[in-house]
């Protein structure tokens, strides 16, 4: 039976054994939105705690005729699982918990961190919120980076996949807008083709501001979605979150956010971070810019025609090595 509506996600719970759910307890389910590939649950006890049902048929749940291997859950799992052992503690920041995973249904039963992400809060919070919450997550972010350098998780071909799909099709995305489409050709061989092979330390694969639920009154933050995780460079979950950011900042307020990720990142990774990587996370930040928000629009087309030419600048500048003019772009906190 598929786990796709909440009748049969109940029938399933009065079943399984795989959850460490309590048999003489009654759970309340409400499938949650804002995703697009799983079927997601909030669970609610009689006493009112609550946990998360996450569940993965092997197509996006939004696109029913895009595959989307299930493996992908066996990834989140066994890296939610391993990271409390490599992981600094840290009282501000912790990935969401892992309470249960049935591998034969594709189901994770998860801490809930609750529903306010930061993407949704930033407009909210005040300049120094916004701000702390960036230099935490870089700060948080590097720490993740240098402690899984010889963590084994396998090889997650799907999630590398994917990964690549900004950089496959940036090239007709520029054509679309006016732009020299064979940028995006060329950025495609020389850094897309990296990807299958970077294999530096574990990231994250989906590091962006939608993917931090945060309880506002504290800042505290929960990472969630980790089923894109795979050994690659971190350098990738720099940049995708830097770009998310300057979005924000552009489009939500202009509250500092970018350049406080990117200062602590920085701070945090010392002498580990070289300048081949830097390279690497401009060149990556650059290719979300330009082509995500062709796609999911932050403003009208001439807001997004600035998104795609900001994009393609970075992309150059980075390609070309010409390090003088990224010390004065927005990347300075990177290359100053």
Known sequence: MALTTESAIQEYLKT??????????????????????????????????????????PYVRTHPDIQFPVVRMDFEANVLRALPDV????????????????SEAHVLRLSDGGSTTLK????????????????????????????TKAMDIGDNQVAKNIYRHSYKWLASRLEKYGQDKSIGER????????LATDDGMVCHGDFWPGNV?????SLKMTIVDWEMTRRGNGATDVGQFAAESWLLDRFRGGKGMLKAFLEAYRKERGDHWTLSDKRRMAIHMGTHIAFWPTGVPWGNEEETLECVKTGVEIIQ????????????????????
Do not use: C
Request: charged letters at 20%; proline letters at 3%; hydrophobic letters at 40%.
């Open 120 to 147: 949704d809060v930033y407009s909210t919070l005040s300049e120094a919120e916004v701000q702390e919450a960036g230099g935490r997550l870089g700060r948080w972010l590097a720490r993740f980076h240098l402690a």
């Open 213 to 217: 639920l945060v309880q506002k009154d």
């Open 317 to 336: 500048h980075a390609t070309d090595e010409h390090y003088e003019w990224l010390q004065k772009s927005v990347l300075e906190p990177i290359f100053a």
């Open 16 to 57: 399984t054994k795989s959850l460490a759910l309590d048999p003489e307890e009654t759970y309340a389910t409400a499938e949650l939105s804002g995703g697009t590939a799983n079927f997601v649950y909030r669970l609610t006890d009689t006493q009112g705690s609550t946990s998360i049902i996450k569940h993965a048929e």
């Open 87 to 102: 992981l600094p503690s840290s009282e501000v920041i912790q990935p969401v918990g892992v309470l249960a995973y049935d």
């Open 187 to 194: 950025n495609n061989e020389m850094f897309g083709s990296l």
